[in-house]
């Protein structure tokens, strides 16, 4: 029986099902193998062409491999990475006492051995870039002298330039802010992953809770909301325009369960609900938030309604009734659940607030807070300082625990022997401002609480004057005594 061509080695987890492999239509992450500041979403589409760095690549080589597994881009194709016979790290010659030195040594291009020519030809023959690069190290005169530190930086330079291994990886809420702090910091309000975890933990995020939310990231925070409550609760989404920013939801690649939990309402129509319940409302101007806010293409197409939607609902429904049409099922379904949605924010009492937008919060602050039940956790994050201690002034009073804070985070480089922080770093984390609300005091509470205070105040006059007096009698009779 003759012998099968070996297959490419791909690990598959065990209990292997769909959720494990890639598929078309899923969103993933791809990055370089050696070069992880050059890392992008791509959605898995058939004929798609994409591009990071240098390489260009088509994406649907990647279906039905598992997350995780690493690819070489031959002409654009990736194929399966099958695990060299030969690891380049192993190159690295080190010894028990290390006296070599780079004191002598000269950079230049005479000390390879190998031509330009000469590598590329070995490239069109089919060899493995793990021997190309081992032969280049042969061809190096100079790469056994150099001290063992050097030979790892030398090694980490020809794979960055010879090698093209991508990585697919399943996208987290870690691997998306990665990606989007590295290449589009704005559309994430420059928010820094620490940032992100102290927002959550101070609005108090749990499952099955209730969370009122309003943020310009492209659904950055609403992503990191949902993936945390776990398919239970409730989080509403308040938001510009006909649709609210989803764009990373939709690269989370959420099952039907934990989407459940996403509903969203209009800030106009929100305004609109706030001005019925509490009979006050706050003026929006949508042009200085159509200015600042950045969300991508959903984003962009949403801003272009939002001037329509400004100019509220009583001129929208006079058009339907003016001109009446037939309403598709879907249309009604949408119209349903919105008046459920208005319902829930009617009924109020939310378990958090969270906000996060690039202009003035202060308006949407005193919008939405109303809605959020007392002794619960409020969040506000925005990159500049002057702009919360406005908000805290407006809040100091009629909430307690206020507080506003700023991290710091610093990379660390671990490597043997080489441990030491980066000396460049990304100081922009923003600021948050949180707290806690108070319960409304009743019309009758002010009343009780006004009379204790009087009577504390009236028997406090009578023991002082009492105290006057006595210290007035005393003397008296002390002169009467000794007369």
Not at 111 to 127: T, V
Not at 212 to 226: D, P
Not at 348 to 369: T, Y
Request: net charge neutral; aromatic share 6%; charged share 25%.
């Amino acid at each position: 029986m003759a012998a099968s061509a070996p297959a490419p080695a791909v690990v598959v987890a065990q209990g292997d099902d769909d959720e494990c492999l890639i598929k078309f239509g899923d969103y993933v992450i791809v990055s370089h193998k050696d070069n992880l500041d050059h890392i992008k979403v791509v959605q898995v589409t058939p004929k798609r062409r994409d591009r990071l760095g240098k390489l260009t690549f088509h994406i649907e080589g990647a279906v039905g491999h598992p997350y995780g597994s690493t690819f070489e881009v031959d002409r654009g194709r990736m194929k399966a990475k099958v695990p060299a016979t030969q690891q380049v790290d192993g190159l690295i010659k080190g010894q028990e006492k290390e006296d070599r030195t780079n004191q002598h040594l000269v950079d230049s291009h005479s000390h390879q051995k190998l031509s330009a020519s000469q590598i590329h030809e070995m490239k069109q023959e089919g060899k493995s870039r793990e021997e190309v690069i081992a032969k280049i190290v042969k061809g190096s005169e100079t790469f056994s002298k150099k001290t063992e530190f050097s030979q790892a930086k030398y090694l980490d330079r020809k794979k960055r330039l010879h090698m093209k291994d991508l990585v697919v990886m399943r996208p987290s809420i870690r691997l998306l802010w990665e990606t989007h702090f590295i290449n589009f910091p704005r559309k994430i309000c420059y928010i820094r992953n620490d940032t992100l975890a102290m927002m959550l933990m101070r609005c108090n995020l749990r499952s099955g809770g209730n969370y009122l939310v309003f943020e310009t990231t492209s659904g950055f925070i609403t992503a990191a909301m949902a993936e945390r409550m776990g398919g239970r609760g409730t989080l509403m989404q308040v938001h510009m325009g006909n649709q609210p920013p989803r764009g990373m939801v939709n690269m989370m690649n959420f099952s039907a369960e934990e989407k459940s939990v996403l509903k969203n309402y209009n800030l106009y129509a929100f305004n609109s609900l706030a001005q019925e319940l509490f009979g006050t409302s706050v003026s929006v101007s949508a042009e200085d938030m159509e200015t600042t806010q950045d969300t991508g293409e959903e984003g962009e197409q949403e801003e272009r309604k939002a001037s329509d939607m400004a100019d509220g609902t009583e001129q929208g429904e006079s058009a339907a009734d003016e001109e009446p049409r037939q309403l598709t099922d879907k249309q009604l379904a949408v119209r349903h659940q919105m008046e459920l949605n208005k319902q829930q924010l009617s009924l109020g009492g939310f378990d958090g607030l969270v906000i996060c937008a690039h202009f003035h919060p202060l308006p949407l602050i005193k919008l939405m807070l109303k809605f959020v039940g007392p002794s619960r956790p409020f969040v506000v994050y925005h990159q500049h300082h002057e702009v919360l201690v406005d908000c805290f002034q407006y809040l100091r009073g009629i909430t307690t625990n206020l507080a506003i804070t700023s991290s710091f985070m610093r990379e660390l480089q671990v490597l043997p022997q080489r441990t030491h922080p980066f000396n460049m770093t990304n100081p922009c984390s923003g600021y948050l401002l949180w707290g806690t609300t108070l319960a409304p005091l009743s019309e009758l509470t002010l009343r009780h609480l006004s009379s204790d205070k009087g009577e504390a105040a009236t028997k406090q006059a009578t023991a002082s004057d009492s105290d006057q007096q006595a210290d007035v009698q005393e003397p008296v009779a002390k002169r009467e005594k000794s007369s």
